[in-house]
């Protein structure tokens, strides 16, 4: 492999501790010493972030292979599709697909507004400051309850589980089979009996729907959580945005802020050339949404939260919050509904920030490094 320039290692261990301790200033660093730069982890990587890097890895699913990525290393995403690699890969995303696209989404609206606005902190009086993370955890994990069992799945079993991806590293990545088993237990109960106009109902009978209702619920929880965390932060120190027209590029502009799947990986199964870099097979080989998102050549100012910037379009391959081409995110449509029945109902008072750090930290998913203090007035 061509010779690639890497950010400042330390000696012996590489970048693995740099990685432990602190992966997004890492990435900042490698970014900075070119397009597709290098790493010493517990095994060579390359990482490139340009659009032209991001359509090659991402587009040629037989040569970027999901087994052996990152995701193999939590229990909590190493099942169900998004650990498929072809053939099966493409098969098994044609039965899920009509049941996560937003037509086939439509149907959960109304629930999903029910809960945002039973979750809404009183205006009048002020129900006094609110921490948007965990305001948001709680809404989120209650919308997926509803979206996949209308709400039948029992809410502590299921808060037990998602818990440890709110943990820093290792928390996520630790096997908890006890409790898996108890979760796989509890979705076969409700597929058995699933309630009508659920997800639940629509994967019943699906050779493999527990697995992929387990990874679904890990998948769409901390990342969406975490995403209206930073919205509701970003519109109580903004509110020309607090308008329901806005919603959308409001979204828009925290996801390119804030990509919940920050970095990607893949194996190369045979050797390849990616932009003009050589790389043999076998290659632990990175994408990062984050970097490619905060690129001034693809989008001027890119620490400033301007969702404006969506009237002039989007760079191709170059926003890419869920992922792209046919490993694009499954559940993009839930995502983007659960953002906003849970945001629209803060548009009827006034939001504030009181304190807090939205700075990005990294686990599994992006995430803000302190507190989100928020509050809600008439």
């Not at 900042?28 to 890895?57: I, K, Q």
């Not at 959960?108 to 507004?113: A, E, G, H, V």
């Not at 969406?224 to 970003?234: F, G, M, P, S, V």
């Not at 020309?240 to 990607?264: F, K, N, T």
């Amino acid at each position: 492999m061509t010779t690639l320039p890497a950010p400042a290692a330390t000696p012996l261990v590489g970048h693995l501790w740099r990685w432990s301790t602190d992966p997004v200033r890492l990435l900042a660093d490698g970014a900075r010493t070119g397009d597709v730069f290098r790493l010493r982890l517990w095994r060579p990587a390359v990482v490139g972030y340009t659009p032209d890097w991001n359509r090659a890895v991402l587009g040629d699913l037989d040569t970027f292979r999901s087994i052996g990525s990152l995701s193999g290393l939590t229990p909590y995403l190493s099942a169900g599709v998004v650990y498929r690699d072809q053939p099966e890969h493409d098969p098994r995303r044609r039965e899920l697909n009509p049941h996560f696209h937003s037509r086939g989404l439509a149907h959960l609206t109304d629930r999903l507004d029910q809960i945002a606005h039973a979750a809404l902190p009183p205006a009048d009086p002020p129900a006094g400051p609110v921490e948007a993370l965990a305001w948001a955890s709680g809404t989120v994990r209650r919308m997926l309850n509803a979206a996949f069992f209308g709400g039948a799945l029992p809410d502590r079993l299921l808060a037990a589980f998602l818990h440890p991806l709110q943990q820093p590293v290792p928390g996520p990545m630790l096997p908890r089979p006890m409790l898996f088993r108890r979760l796989d237990a509890a979705i076969a109960r409700v597929l058995a009996d699933p309630p009508p106009g659920t997800l639940a109902h629509a994967l019943a009978g699906l050779d493999g729907a527990v697995a992929e209702i387990r990874v679904g619920l890990a998948a769409g929880y901390d990342t969406t959580a975490h995403t209206l965390a930073w919205a509701l932060w970003h519109l109580a120190g903004a509110p020309e945005w607090c308008r329901p027209e806005a919603l959308p590029q409001v979204m828009d502009e925290v996801l390119r802020l804030y990509p919940a799947g920050w970095l990607g990986s893949r194996i190369t199964a045979r050797a390849v050339t990616v932009t003009g870099v050589p790389i043999p097979a076998g290659t632990l080989v990175l994408y990062s949404p984050f970097l490619t998102h905060r690129d001034p050549r693809l989008w001027p100012d890119p620490l400033a939260f301007k969702p404006d910037r969506f009237d002039e379009g989007r760079p191709a391959w170059g926003f890419l919050p869920f992922s792209a081409g046919r490993r694009t995110c499954l559940g993009a449509h839930l995502a983007r509904a659960m953002l906003h029945a849970a945001l629209t109902p803060w548009f009827t008072g006034k939001i504030t920030q009181v304190d807090g750090d939205p700075r990005p930290a990294a686990a599994i998913a992006l995430r803000p490094s302190g507190p989100l203090w928020i509050e809600r007035h008439p």
